[in-house]
């Protein structure tokens, strides 16, 4: 006797198949999505793309460029304290790090030359005040202008704020307020 003779073969309907399904519903008895229906969802979706993509856009630009102005700040810092170090031999007092308005530069403590060209900051990106830090041949920072250990970059209501550690020259930087 076979196998196929004492377990007849039964046979399975695909659960996922609505073919020959009969009640309510747009899809019951239908095998496709006609093209109609198909354009229709498309229009939507690009009705609904093109109202919230430049909402989402426009209010991440004002984030983006103030972050982008202060890690060039930050990097810039990090430049002056890392040519203190390296250049000790050579020039004993350091560099400096100024800022003033929408430009910052940096410069050799000993001669006053000033290494590259001076930077911007981002439209409309102002300091709140001049500032002048010196790194030492250790790497320490002193705050020479602007009375405090912080650096503040500001647009309008949105200020941004860089604070330096001086007897490490470390820093860290935040968005002050929200």
Do not use: H
């Not at 609904?48 to 426009?58: D, H, T």
């Amino acid at each position: 006797m076979r196998l196929t003779e004492i377990i007849p073969r039964k046979r399975v309907q695909d659960p996922f198949s609505v073919r020959g399904k009969k009640g309510p519903g747009p899809f019951f008895g239908r095998s496709a999505v006609t093209l109609p229906e198909l354009i229709l969802v498309i229009v939507i979706l690009g009705i609904l793309a093109a109202v919230a993509v430049p909402r989402f856009a426009e209010s991440n630009l004002l984030a983006t460029e103030a972050e982008g102005s202060v890690k060039d700040v930050v990097a810039t810092l990090r430049l002056a304290r890392r040519m203190a170090i390296d250049r000790a031999a050579t020039n004993p007092n350091g560099f400096c790090f100024t800022g003033s308005g929408d430009t910052y530069s940096v410069y050799a403590a000993d001669t006053g030359r000033t290494e590259g060209a001076p930077k911007r900051l981002a439209d409309g990106w102002l300091f709140r005040t001049a500032y002048t830090v010196r790194f030492n041949t250790l790497g320490s920072a002193t705050n020479l202008a602007g009375g405090m250990n912080a650096i503040d970059i500001q647009k309008g209501g949105e200020t941004w704020r860089i604070e330096l550690y001086g007897a490490t020259g470390g820093l860290r930087y935040y968005k002050v307020g929200n």
